[in-house]
């Protein structure tokens, strides 16, 4: 096939195809594969008589963690389980920074004034995102929702120099229960895990999250 779309025919001819057409077609393949995909997932799903001894937490592995010792490179994985994102998110809304608001006035003939419908001139309070001082504690913000996803999303105990228990996710059909968040972060960078580690983890971990509701969605 060259670029305009064209299929050789072994001949001196060739069959046109537009590009546009080309396109709708693997769409539409997309789109039956995904119908297939549900369609198997709703026909293999079990039903429950009983939710005694029944966990839907799910978990799963990473994604291949590097290593590297004396120049040889190895490879790890570690478990993870499934939580809630959104509530861990909800959680830690409150302590979200708040930019500074800035006194503005605004002239009924001003073209702020038009397009917002004033009729007179109107003092309003603007929220200055731009503010570094709020930019910073933003991002440090993120930085603190994306390490409690960390922490709640591995499934393993950790414990601080002193030997106490900050971190217990070790059972993988119940929610990770972080003791001391700073000191569990720190026993994991002693352990040697890197910035990169913890963005390859979180990502991971959203995944999985989202695998887990796009299940629960077709299983409903």
Do not use: C
């Not at 790890?76 to 994102?85: A, M």
């Not at 009729?119 to 910073?136: C, L, S, Y």
């Amino acid at each position: 096939m060259d670029k305009t779309g064209s299929i050789s025919t072994g001949s001196d001819t060739s069959v046109s195809i537009p590009e546009k057409d080309i396109s709708q077609n693997f769409d539409e393949m997309d789109k039956a594969q995904e119908k297939s995909r549900q369609t198997v997932n709703k026909e293999a799903a079990e039903i429950l008589e009983s939710l005694d001894d029944v966990s839907f937490f799910s978990w799963g592995q990473t994604d291949p963690l590097k290593v590297t010792k004396g120049g040889q490179e190895t490879y790890l994985r570690i478990k993870i389980k499934s939580l809630g994102i959104s509530e861990i998110i909800e959680e830690m809304a409150a302590n979200a920074p708040v930019p500074p608001a800035v006194m503005k006035t605004h002239k009924r003939d001003s073209e702020v004034a038009r397009r917002l419908g004033f009729r007179h001139d109107t003092i309003v309070w603007e929220r200055n995102e731009a503010d570094p001082t709020f930019q910073k504690a933003q991002r440090d913000h993120e930085m603190k929702v994306s390490n409690m996803i960390l922490l709640k999303g591995l499934a393993y105990d950790l414990k601080d120099e002193a030997g106490r228990v900050v971190l217990k996710g070790k059972n993988i059909h119940i929610p990770t229960e972080v003791i001391d968040a700073e000191a569990a972060l720190q026993a994991l960078k002693r352990l040697g895990f890197s910035s990169d580690h913890f963005t390859t983890i979180v990502n991971n971990i959203t995944r999985l999250t989202k695998t887990q509701e796009e299940r629960d969605d077709l299983e409903s």
